[in-house]
Each structure stands twice: as structure tokens, then as C-alpha cells.
């Protein structure tokens, strides 16, 4: 596939999966073999870990928008700078529902191959997200 056509694939999978919550749908975005880079503690790094790892988040935040800011693709890989916002309304990573809406940004590079994603690595902004559910201190 070109860049442009990995590019489009991947913002059908931004929409599909976190803001329409089709985890569903994530063996066709992802090889079966996909290797997640960053996978959570205690989650496995290929496509049953990210079923769980979005279970986790679906299951705790609802409402969920998600703005691409930023797509660039050379060759295979393609790096995604978005912004997601949602209500925080059940339990994360052992902070109770706050009702919040909370905005955070990422970064995630994927390759790609033969149309799937085969491997991911992601940067959260997760300092921000713990201030937002006011379970960290302020940084600065």
C-alpha cells in the first residue's frame, strides 16, 4: 500500500476503534502477528492485548472524540499525533469515575505491511491525564 493509502487506513482505524469503541473490528487493522511495542504491565503485546488494553479504556471513558493534529508517513511507518477527549465514567487504573471530561494527547508509530498494522510504539501524555483525574500533583 502507498503511504497516503496507510494514512487513510489509519484514521479509519482511529475512528472505527476508539471512537466508535468497535474493538470488534481490530483484527482488521491489525496481522496476526502485530507486536506492540509499548503494551501495558501484564498485557500481552500482540492483538488479544489490544482488545484488553481497550477494553480497559472503553470501559472507563465514554463519549470519546479523537482529533488527528498530525499524520507523516515514510516508506512503512506512519506517525499519528492526536488528541483524544472523553468522559472519565468508571473506574481507571484505580481511580473511581470522576465525570470528568479529560483531554489527552499522544503520539503512536505504526509499520505497516501488506495493509495491517504489524507494530506500534506510543508516547501518552499521561502526567496530564493523572492531573485531570486529580490523582497527581501539577508539574512546572
Not at 22 to 41: G, K, R, T
Not at 46 to 56: F, S, V
Amino acid at each position: 500500500m502507498s503511504e497516503e493509502e496507510n494514512k487513510a487506513l489509519l484514521r479509519y482505524y482511529m475512528e472505527e476503534i476508539l471512537s466508535k469503541g468497535n474493538i470488534d473490528a481490530l483484527e482488521q487493522f491489525y496481522a496476526s502477528d502485530f507486536v506492540d511495542h509499548n503494551a501495558w504491565p501484564g498485557i500481552p503485546t500482540g492483538i488479544e492485548g489490544m482488545r484488553q488494553t481497550y477494553n480497559i479504556i472503553l470501559s472507563a471513558f465514554t463519549d470519546v472524540h479523537v482529533k488527528i493534529d498530525d499524520t507523516v508517513a515514510e516508506g512503512d511507518k506512519i506517525v499519528v499525533r492526536f488528541t483524544a477527549d472523553a468522559m472519565h465514567t468508571g473506574e481507571f487504573m484505580g481511580i473511581p469515575a470522576t465525570g470528568k471530561r479529560i483531554s489527552i494527547m499522544e503520539i503512536r508509530i505504526y509499520r505497516m505491511a501488506d495493509g495491517k498494522i504489524v507494530e506500534h510504539w506510543g508516547l501518552m501524555d499521561t502526567a496530564s491525564l493523572m492531573q485531570q483525574l486529580e490523582s497527581a500533583p501539577p508539574t512546572g
